[in-house]
């Protein structure tokens, strides 16, 4: 199909689905203009041009009042930012900036967190397998807690302790309540066939709990759960928190820690439960549970999800009579894993026309060289769109970036933050370069390309090698 041609074709004539701006799909500061979409104050089609594509566009507002309606909701102290969702260094900045404090999983996201300036008495590590090297760091900087999750874990605490002097640390207890709940079985983790925490069947929790209450290494201030993730019913997440805080109650420590989970809409018509309304429902069930100490979650997806959108540019438009419309982006799994991994849904637009009427039917897909890599399985766009057309994907901003890979070496996309009218890069755009360095053999590695001198292929070239085949 020629540059230009429209997509035409596959138009339904039954329905034009209402527009993600109208649906509440948009960051908060989004603004139709005659030109189109701006965010923060900033045209879409300018960071386009400006940035590249795809490009994740985050509105920083709407990041910041997510997080000031969950502190207002628990109350200061009790937020945690999960950075898993979206992490970079202006991230974890914003988060600590909002009075949040935030959970690491790793080795990698605490150094990213410290590196950001973020006191270490403001983060708390998870993790189901943490190795020696992330405990030693995170006792050694004065984490603000660990949420110990294995028998193993314990053991290396208390080596770190005894062996290398490192001080006490105070745990949370991660227990699997046996109560799940998520959009997609990958995402559920609070049931009792999990890998995550001690199982409250048959007493494991119990003897956990007791093993870190008498440990001379660490200090027990309370117990943590996290049932399960994109949640759009606040009972649920009150009945995993009802099913902890009963345990809770009779474990030495004042705080419960019952995860994060809270569902976004990412299609129009779906709602969620505020802060505010998960709040009033995790309070309730807790208290009938006979806890009346703290109560702390770690809200990951319902802080950044609709803050972040996609763009991505249009290459190919192709139509399969009697079948279906093609529709390729330069992006794809690479910058978006969860249709792939969850079957999950999202909608699209055009910037230059953001409440049009959609009524064409196309498969909106990736440039990876495999059938999966769709991003949106049957995505609703307006009739006129085009080769070389900016499109976009809202409620993109969690686990959108923090999942992207190099698959088919794609670099992964810039990040950038607008508000007020400015836009600033905060996560640059990997280049093919950065990617080569990585790899010691090759042309940009470490180390650095190398001639076989006198080696000739078949065909006569030289043949090029990082060092002679057979050294080691
Ligand atoms: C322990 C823990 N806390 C918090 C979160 C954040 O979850 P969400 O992004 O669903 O709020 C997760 C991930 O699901 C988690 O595993
Ligand atoms: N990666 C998942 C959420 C996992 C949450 C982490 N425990 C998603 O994209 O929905």
């Given at each position: 199909m020629a540059a230009n041609q429209r997509a035409g074709g596959t138009v339904s004539p039954a329905s034009s689905a209402s527009s993600p701006v109208d649906a509440g799909l948009l960051p908060l500061t989004a603004e139709v203009r005659p030109e189109g979409l701006a965010v923060g104050g900033v045209l879409l089609a300018d960071l386009a041009r400006c940035h590249g594509t795809p490009l994740f566009v985050y509105d920083e507002e709407q990041l910041r009042q997510r997080c000031r309606e969950a502190v207002a909701a628990f109350g200061p102290g009790n937020v945690a930012y999960a950075s898993k969702a979206f992490l970079c260094t202006a991230m974890a900045r914003l988060a600590h900036e909002e009075g949040l404090l935030l959970d690491v999983a790793s080795g990698g996201e605490l150094r990213a967190a410290l590196g950001a300036g973020v006191p270490a008495d403001r983060i708390v590590l998870h993790g189901s397998n943490k190795d020696e090297a992330e405990l030693r760091t995170a006792m050694s900087a004065g984490v603000r807690h660990v949420v110990v999750d294995s028998f193993d874990e314990l053991d290396r605490i208390e080596r770190l302790h005894a062996e290398e002097r490192l001080p006490v640390v105070r745990v949370q207890l991660r227990v699997a309540p046996g109560v799940a709940a998520g959009a997609h079985e990958a995402i559920r983790t609070g049931g009792s066939d999990s890998k995550f925490g001690f199982g409250l069947a048959g007493g494991t929790a119990e003897r956990a709990a007791r093993r870190a209450a008498d440990s001379p290494a660490m200090l027990l201030e309370g117990v943590h759960a996290h049932v399960g993730s994109q949640v759009l019913d606040a009972r649920e997440l009150a009945a995993g928190a009802a099913a902890v805080a009963r345990f809770a109650a009779g474990v030495p420590g004042r705080r419960l820690t019952v995860g994060g989970g809270l569902g976004v809409a990412y299609e129009a018509g779906q709602s969620v439960p505020s802060f505010a309304d998960w709040a009033a429902r995790v309070h309730a069930a807790v208290r009938g549970a006979g806890w009346d100490g703290q109560v702390g979650v770690e809200p990951g997806r319902s802080i950044a999800a609709r803050a972040g959108l996609t763009l991505y540019r249009v290459g190919t438009i192709k139509r399969i009579e009697g079948v279906r419309t093609y529709v390729s982006v330069d992006g794809g799994m690479s910058d978006n894993l969860r249709p792939a991994l969850y079957g999950s849904r999202y909608e699209a637009f055009l910037p230059r026309s953001p409440r049009a009427d959609r009524p064409l039917r196309a498969r909106l897909v990736g440039?990876?060289?495999?059938?999966?890599?769709?991003?949106?399985?049957?995505a609703a766009l307006p009739a006129d769109l085009r080769v070389s057309d900016l499109l976009a994907t809202p409620v993109t901003g969690a686990y959108g970036y923090a999942m992207a890979s190099n698959y088919n070496k794609l670099p992964r996309p810039a990040v950038v933050f607008v508000r007020d009218g400015a836009a600033r890069v905060v996560v640059r755009r990997e280049t093919e370069e950065d990617l080569l360095?990585?790899?010691?053999?090759?042309?940009?590695?470490?180390?650095g390309p190398g001639v076989l001198p006198g080696a000739r292929r078949s065909g006569g070239g030289d043949l090029v090698a990082a060092r002679p085949l057979g050294t080691a």
């Open positions: 440039k990876h060289c495999e059938s999966g890599d769709v991003i949106i399985d049957e360095r990585l790899d010691a053999d090759g042309p940009a590695g470490p180390a």
